[in-house]
């Protein structure tokens, strides 16, 4: 998966939250995938239920990388 591809005109929606953790969902061709935003790193920064793809990718790749990206 080419996380330009994935990005690319594409929204995350906010799914829960856990302790100090925010989790967003994005479809990437017809699956759902799950990541998480830690709240440590968006600070005073305002958190939509559905936002831009590209605004999320740093913790895309973040989570890909940590293999945190999972398939729902």
Known sequence: MKLSNLIKDNYVYFDFLRIDTMYYKIQY???????PVSLND???????YK????????????????KEFVKL
């Not at 968006?42 to 939509?48: C, Y």
């Not at 936002?51 to 940590?66: G, T, V, Y």
């Open 29 to 35: 061709e017809g699956d759902w995938y799950q990541f």
């Open 42 to 48: 968006v600070g005073n920064g305002t958190m939509q």
């Open 51 to 66: 936002d831009k793809a590209i605004l999320f990718m740093r913790w895309i790749r973040k989570a890909i990388e940590k």
